[in-house]
């Protein structure tokens, strides 16, 4: 059995209206088609496993810095016509999902009406199989405004990482309710489920997340090259120093106790990315759970990310941080990768974070 991989590649620039604002979304997709011819007269040595297909593809994905081999197509107002229109409560936005996609239904039910929700659905089901492969989890210990929303999402991007945009799963782990949305996710596989809804619906309608478009054009967003998934995780940074600061208070035991029964339910090391303008007095909490995290044989790494690095740093440091992110991850990252993480960096956008004086510009990360 031999395989021939036709790539369709389409590309769509849209203008979306959002607030009054107007946001380009670029959006770039290839649709992998693997065609199995059956031939009794070749040798077994010419067959090729699905995995060494995909990996060819990634190389010459990661090379020439193009678009992720996408299983769907971008959705349009077509076909997510049904997706309830739901005001939220400020009325601040036209709908509670375009104040942040993690409030969209899930993906089967945002690709219900689209020509490739059958394929949003093979890829869910081979989502179980994919877990086995999974080597660490990561999340963030961040304030409010921090730079982590984009963090989040560079991360997303990469071709072997999965990471959810605000699922919260730390809060909805330790029970209690209280939530954004959603339930409780007592187990790794609630877990694990909420991460790749919230990834792939946020992919499927774009990384919007309070009235910034947060989608890494080039990006791998919501989804991965087969049977190479290593890192899965949650970008929710302040309310998880919330919770671990309120555990804190309570009893640093109790704290400690608490994040060796999450490790315990998650199965993995977990990798903590810390993400900051600036040290100061606002980022106490999350420096005072990381000095006891590490005090004790809890397993935990930590990274930090220095946003005012990233995002007004010369290019040199810039890549010197993405390239060590990649190595505290355990995942490579080539020039192509380095490269789009790289585009997405605004210092113009960033500069009210980092300057005593007065600027109207909007950040980028929240």
């Keep these: 059995m031999s395989a021939n ?3 369709d590649i389409e590309q769509t620039l849209k203008l979306r209206k959002f607030n009054g604002k107007y946001v380009l979304l670029i959006v770039s997709f290839y649709i992998v088609t693997l065609m199995a011819i059956t031939s009794a007269g070749l040798n077994k040595t010419q067959s090729k496993k699905k995995g060494e297909i995909f990996k060819s593809l990634t190389d010459l994905v990661l090379s020439n810095g193009s678009n992720a081999a996408a299983p769907f197509h971008v959705l349009n107002s077509s076909c997510t016509s049904h997706i309830p229109i739901t005001r939220d409560k400020k009325k601040k ?20 009406q689209c020509p490739n929700h059958h394929q949003v659905e093979q890829f869910i089901n081979g989502f179980a199989q994919e877990q086995n492969n999974v080597q660490r989890y990561v999340m963030f210990l961040a304030g409010a405004h921090s730079g ?12 072997m990482m999965l990471v959810a945009n605000e699922a919260d ?4 782990w330790l029970g209690g309710g209280d939530y954004e949305y959603g339930e409780s996710l007592p187990t790794r596989d609630e877990i694990f489920a909420e991460i790749l809804s919230n990834s792939l619906k946020c992919a499927l309608y774009t990384r919007w997340q309070h009235g910034y478009n947060y989608t890494v054009p080039g990006g791998w967003g919501g989804q991965w090259v087969p049977e190479k998934l290593a890192v899965i995780g949650d970008k929710k940074g302040h309310k998880t120093v919330l919770r671990l ?12 106790e608490s994040f060796r029964d999450f490790q315990r339910t998650i199965g993995l090391p977990i990798r903590i990315i810390h993400v900051y303008w600036k040290k100061n007095a606002k980022t106490k909490n999350a ?13 935990v790494s930590v990274f930090e990310w220095d946003s005012t690095l990233y995002a007004c ?42 300057s005593s004086g007065k600027n109207k510009n909007k950040k980028i990360g929240a």
């Design 287 to 299: 420096e005072r759970i990381i000095n006891l995290l590490q005090s004790e044989p809890t397993n």
């Design 313 to 354: 740093g010369g290019k040199a440091d810039r890549l010197a941080l993405l390239s060590n992110v990649c190595k505290f991850l355990g995942v490579p990252c080539d020039s192509a990768i380095l490269d789009i993480w790289n585009s997405m960096a605004k210092c113009k956008s960033a500069s009210k974070h980092i």
């Design 148 to 159: 982590s929303s984009l963090v989040g999402s560079l991360l997303d991007a990469h071709p």
């Design 169 to 172: 799963i730390f809060t909805r």
């Design 245 to 256: 600061d309120e555990l804190r208070e309570k009893s640093e035991t109790l704290m400690l």
């Design 93 to 112: 936005y036209s709908s509670t999902f375009q104040m942040s996609c993690k409030m969209l239904p899930g993906p089967n039910v945002v690709a219900s």
């Design 5 to 7: 991989m036709v790539i």
